[in-house]
């Protein structure tokens, strides 16, 4: 028999939607890439909790990427029967987003489980800090555990890079944000910027890096510089079982079969 998972989650990072679906670097259709993410989640037939986008929604903060995103999200949290819950990233301008999306910081509550979006931004910047309101705010909200627990959602992940491009954008507070989570009923921490799938710890709370919707980044060019690369994008499926969270990274491209079997 399967276990049931009490709660299911699809994390969407770095969509970067392009002001009138212009190519991203003249050759991505980051539209199509989003929608065929999407429909991997309607085609498998899996009951979702909500899905997560962690930033980086707009490519160049376009009010028209967010007014045609705000469409896609009230379209398809109609078809999945869930919430798809938006969160900022550096390239995103946090006066589009929220006039279009709403707070750029939430609290979500699904049967227990709660969602924390966290704003790691820094406006007109590239790399991530989380301000001392933010993290006053979060340790507010923290103060009382939920039933399942919680789950940070924060754009720039809290680990270090060896990357040279890399590092000049990572969040430059990690230990404050662990400070805040010590003690808190804090089960994942999701995290996306690096268009790198990844897994890390903080503070002993495990860290899911989701790889980029719209392009992948490849880290066998660190050493070297960036490389951004036209196929290999994914997104992260995190499901939640009493005591434990298992990550899975699915491709946005579903894949030529090999082979396959059918249970029904
Ligand atoms: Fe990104
Ligand atoms: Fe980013």
């Known amino acids: 028999m399967p276990d049931e998972p ?3 989650l699809a994390q969407l990072s770095d969509l970067h939607l392009t002001a009138g679906n212009a190519p991203l ?4 259709d980051t539209e199509a890439q989003l929608r065929l993410a999407l429909g991997r989640l309607a085609d498998s037939g899996l009951e979702f909790d909500a899905v997560i986008l962690s930033g980086d929604l707009a490519d160049a903060g376009s009010a028209e990427a967010y007014q045609r995103l705000q469409h ?33 910081d939430s609290v979500t509550e699904i049967r227990g489980l709660r969602l924390i979006q966290l704003d790691s931004s820094v406006p007109g910047a590239g790399h991530g800090e989380i301000s001392r309101s933010r993290l006053a705010w979060l340790t507010e909200q923290l ?3 939920a ?15 060896a990357s040279a491009v890399m590092s000049q954008f990572a969040l430059r507070n990690p230990g404050d944000l662990a400070e805040a989570l010590t003690g808190s009923d804090v089960r994942i921490i999701l995290s996306g910027h690096q268009h790198v799938p990844g897994s890390s710890t903080l503070a002993g709370i495990p860290v899911a890096i989701a790889g980029g919707v719209s392009y992948a980044a490849d880290p066998m060019y660190q050493k070297r510089g960036y490389r951004a690369m036209t196929e290999g994008q994914s997104f992260t499926m995190v499901e939640f079982y009493p005591g434990q969270v298992v990550t899975m990274v699915a491709s946005v491209a579903a894949n030529p079969t090999l082979h396959q079997i059918d249970v029904n």
């Open 6 to 8: 009490t709660h299911r």
């Open 147 to 161: 039933r399942h627990g919680t789950v940070l959602v924060v754009h720039h992940p809290p680990v270090p890079s």
């Open 25 to 28: 670097a003249g050759q991505i």
């Open 72 to 104: 896609i999200v009230a379209e398809q949290s109609e078809l999945l029967g869930c919430p798809v819950l938006a969160g900022a990233g550096n390239h995103d301008e946090r006066r589009n987003f929220t006039t279009t999306l709403g707070p750029a």
């Open 143 to 145: 103060a009382s555990p």
